[in-house]
């Protein structure tokens, strides 16, 4: 059965600081990974990933594959208290999206 | 703005009610896709249409659930006899068929049911 791990399932850091989001899956048919960031509303795309090795970048955050050890990451760097929400990570297995529980991040001033 | 839309944005019914959502998704996407997602949890799939052909359904989804897509444009998801397990935010997405990855998020609708 498929499935998608995240870890861990909350974090709360000072502003500033630096986190890393982890992501291990076992999707069936893999395609691509894919980050989301979710602020109590439908979901928003941040990245797709589908080569392992290369970093996709956009501003503070960059996130890698490994496809080897089927497990991703995801980074923020001088985390902002906008970076607040919960960060989705999800497999697409061709026809559908498996997603994990996800993990709450909470930036404070 | 996504460009899925959904209605009702929210929806509080009692326990043994029926009720229905409908989404419109993106107008040249021929997926579309239904998750649910409960507090604390990533949204789970629960069943998605190629055009009007509905391809997968999961098997978390009781009898009481069903969706159609009559005309392979907007998509309807009934849950009869709702229960307050069925408390949950449904999703909509859409895509185009070869591209999986980029689907595309309404806002989704709140259930509560009571």
């Known amino acids: 059965e498929d499935k998608v791990v995240q870890s861990p399932l909350s974090l709360v850091v000072h502003e500033g600081d630096t986190v890393t989001l982890n992501c291990s899956y076992e999707?069936?048919?893999?395609?691509?990974l894919l980050w989301y960031k979710q602020e109590k509303k439908a979901p928003t795309f941040l990245f797709m990933l589908?080569?392992?090795?290369i970093e996709k970048k956009s501003g503070r955050l960059s996130s890698i594959l490994d496809k080897k050890e089927l497990f991703s990451i995801l980074n923020i760097t001088a985390t902002q208290t906008g970076d607040s929400a919960v960060y989705l990570c999800?497999?697409?297995?061709?026809?559908?999206?498996?997603f994990g529980t996800g993990t709450r991040l909470q930036v404070f001033p | 703005d996504t460009g899925v839309s959904q209605d009702p944005r929210h929806k509080i019914t009692k326990r043994g009610q029926n009720v229905t959502f409908r989404c419109d998704p993106i107008?040249?996407?021929?997926?579309l896709y239904w998750y649910r997602q409960t507090l604390g949890q990533g949204p789970e799939f629960l069943t998605y249409?190629?055009?009007?052909?509905?391809?997968?359904k999961s098997r978390l989804l009781s009898d009481r659930f069903s969706a159609e897509r009559p005309k392979g444009s907007f998509s309807t998801l009934e849950i009869q006899r709702t229960e307050q397990g069925d408390s949950a935010m449904y999703l909509c997405?859409?895509?185009?068929?070869?591209?999986?990855?980029?689907?595309?998020f309404g806002p989704g609708t709140r259930l509560t049911v009571l």
């Open positions: 999800a497999g697409d297995n061709t026809d559908k999206l498996i």
């Open positions: 999707v069936t048919n893999f395609r691509s």
């Open positions: 997405a859409s895509s185009l068929a070869a591209q999986t990855h980029e689907q595309f």
């Open positions: 249409f190629q055009n009007e052909a509905q391809l997968e």
């Open positions: 589908t080569s392992s090795g």
């Open positions: 107008s040249e996407h021929n997926r």
